[in-house]
Structure formats: C-alpha cells, structure tokens
C-alpha cells in the first residue's frame, strides 16, 4: 500500500526501515519513507515528490539510509540532511557506513547527556517508577478461598 501523501502527523520518534531521498522517473526527486503500518502487519512506503533537477545539473542523485528498525525518523533525517550538507565527492570509501554509525552514536550520547543533566538541576521532573507488581501462582489444583476475617484468605486444595 502506497500513500502520497501525508495522513497523520509526524512522529519523529516513530521507527522506520529506510529512507531514500533522491531523483524519480518523470523528471522530479522524490523522499521515500518505509516504515511499519499502524496496524504493524506490514511495511508501507510514504513518498513525497519535489521539483525535478536542472537541466545538466550533476552530482549525488541520491542518499539510501537502512535503519533496521532501530532508528528513529528525526534520527534517519538527521543523517540524510548531514549527507545533503556536505559537497558531493565522486569517490568511495569503507568506513562511510562507519562513519554514519559514530555520528548517530555521537547525537544519541549527546541526547542523554543533555536530559541527565536537565533532569540533575530539576529533580521534580524525574519519571515515577512503576512499583513493581508480585504475583503469586498456586500450583494446579490449589485455588484462594476467602474467609470470614476481610483481607485474609486460605490456598485451599480442590
């Protein structure tokens, strides 16, 4: 299934497979955004198309980022517009992807610095932790039966 357009609002911290940004058939660029439906039973590609390139224009024709279901939007576009920034190159080298890996590494460990201290000068706004919840499981044939004391009851063989 294949939506033009953008239906929900964004979320950037939605997971999404892979991104492409770059040229389309019909003289146009296109941005590709694959991620889950909301249903979560299958993948569904969003696009959105642009203006085409120049005539004679040259150059990168276009960025594929893989995510792997591990990356964020806001983080995938972080990449592709660090990728757009920088003049294009026509050479190749091993440690692209590496480099891509550092680089989000980098932003995400800044991300967690930055809120570790927000939340050392402000205490109040620390999350609640959810007590953790005991649960006792009788073995087969035993069963809880109330008595007349309120708030007690027996394991009681069936």
């Not at 694959?34 to 696009?47: C, F, H, I, Q, W």
């Not at 205490?123 to 039966?145: D, I, Q």
Request: charged share 30%; aromatic share 6%; glycine share 10%.
């Amino acid at each position: 299934m294949e939506h033009f357009t953008y239906r929900y609002r964004r979320n950037p911290n939605a997971k999404v497979e892979s991104l492409y940004s770059g040229v389309a058939p019909g003289n146009r660029t296109v941005t590709t955004i694959v991620k889950p439906s909301l249903d979560g039973n299958r993948m569904e590609a969003t696009r959105v198309y642009g203006p085409g390139l120049a005539r004679g224009e040259g150059g990168r024709i276009g960025v594929l980022v893989l995510g792997g279901m591990e990356t964020t939007l806001a983080e995938m576009q972080y990449i592709l517009e660090a990728k757009q920034a920088k003049k294009f190159v026509p050479k190749r080298k091993s440690g692209e992807i590496a480099a891509m890996c550092r680089l989000l590494m980098e932003r995400r460990n800044e991300a967690i610095e930055a809120r570790r201290k927000y939340l050392k000068g402000n205490p109040s706004e620390m999350p609640k932790r959810k007590k953790r919840t005991v649960r006792l499981y009788l073995p087969a044939g035993f069963r809880f039966v109330s008595t007349n004391e309120p708030g007690l009851k027996l394991a009681v063989r069936i």
